[in-house]
């Protein structure tokens, strides 16, 4: 129940972030991080329930993490969606490998998210009248 679950969730989310290549594309930037968030809880959601059937405990591959820039969310984009791919057809076979890849998928929406929040507050400082 919880491997079809975490597969309707992987398969949501890749939807979901093709959706917003488009919107990058198109240069909608509201409609690209909806699709973002959306994503990026569908594979929160994917990751959760992959965690609950874990007997792994070697988790040294979570310090991989990479930065992401604004230049760089197309390659986070496409990145992530390999990774959900990649741990759909492993959900059956390998769970663990499955979280693996779901969490990794994870960290590179997550660090879109916190790159999209730090450009809004710099234009928003950016656009607030100095006071003299």
């Known amino acids: 129940m919880a491997l079809d679950e975490a597969r ?7 939807d979901l972030i093709e959706r917003a290549m488009d919107a990058q594309i198109s240069n909608a930037r509201d409609e690209f991080e ?4 959306k994503a990026s809880s569908e594979t929160e959601f ?3 329930l992959l965690s609950r059937l874990r007997t792994g405990k070697d988790e040294a591959w979570k310090k991989e993490v990479a930065k992401i ?3 760089g969310f ?3 984009l496409t990145a ?3 990774l959900l791919r990649e741990a759909e057809e492993s959900l059956t076979s390998d769970p663990e490998a499955a979280y693996e890849k779901t969490w990794k998928a994870r960290g ?11 450009e809004k507050a710099a234009e928003l400082r950016a656009s607030r009248p ?3």
Not at 8 to 14: L, M, V
Not at 34 to 37: D, E, G, M, P
Not at 108 to 118: F, P, R, S
């Open 46 to 48: 994917a990751t959760f």
């Open 80 to 82: 992530a969606q390999d």
């Open 8 to 14: 309707k969730s992987i398969i949501t989310a890749i």
């Open 108 to 118: 590179h929406l997550l660090a879109i998210q916190e790159a999209m929040e730090k």
């Open 69 to 71: 820039e604004r230049a």
């Open 74 to 76: 197309g390659p986070a």
């Open 130 to 132: 100095k006071i003299p």
């Open 34 to 37: 909806l699709q973002v968030w």
